[in-house]
C-alpha cells in the first residue's frame, strides 16, 4: 500500500510548481472510497448488494442535497483559485445533451454499484480491487481519444509504482492463502 501510495505522490508532484493543493481533494475521495468498500465487506455478512447499494446512494443523495443547500447560490463561486471556483460556482440548469449524459450515467450506475457491491460482498477486497485498477487504463484512453494527451513521464511512473504495490499485495495475499488452505 506504502508503494501505491508513494505513486500517488509521484504522480502529484509536490513541491513542484505543478503541485495545487487542490491535487488532494481526489486523494481524500479515493480514501473515502476505500473506506466504503472495506465497509460494504463488513456489511455483506448481513445484509444484500441492493440493500448496500440503495443506503450508499441514499447517502450520497443526502450529501448532494446538503452542498447544493450550502454552495447552490454560487455566492462562493468568485474565489480566485482555479479549482474551487469549478466546485463553487452557481447551479444552473443543464443543457438538453447534457441531461441525458447524466441520464446515461445514472444508468450505468444503476447498473454497476449492485454488481461491485456484490462484488465486495462475497470476495475478498484484495480480490476485487485489482479489477478497479482498469480505471488507470480507460483514464489514460479517454484522455488521449477526448482530449488528445497522454499522461506524462512522472504520471507513468506513479501508475507504474500503483499497479506494482497492488499486483504485489495480491500475489502475497495469494500465496499467504495457499500456504495456509
Known sequence: MIVGFLGVILM?????DVFDWAALLPVGAASAYALAQIIARRLGESEGAAVMTFYSNALFLLGGLILALLLGPGEHGGVGHKSLAFLLR?????SGVDLLLMALCGVVAAAALPLL???????????VA??????????????????G??????TWAGIALITGGGVFVL??????????G
Open 171 to 180: 500475489s502475497r495475499e495469494r500465496a499467504s492463502a495457499s500456504a495456509h
Open 149 to 154: 494527451q497522454l499522461p506524462q513521464s512522472w
Open 130 to 147: 485489482p479489477f478497479e485498477y482498469t480505471a488507470m487504463i480507460w483514464g489514460v484512453l479517454y484522455g488521449w481519444l477526448v482530449f
Open 90 to 94: 452557481g447551479w444552473s440548469v443543464p
Open 117 to 127: 457491491a456484490q462484488a465486495y460482498r462475497v470476495a475478498q477486497a484484495n480480490v
Open 12 to 16: 502529484m508532484r509536490p513541491g513542484s
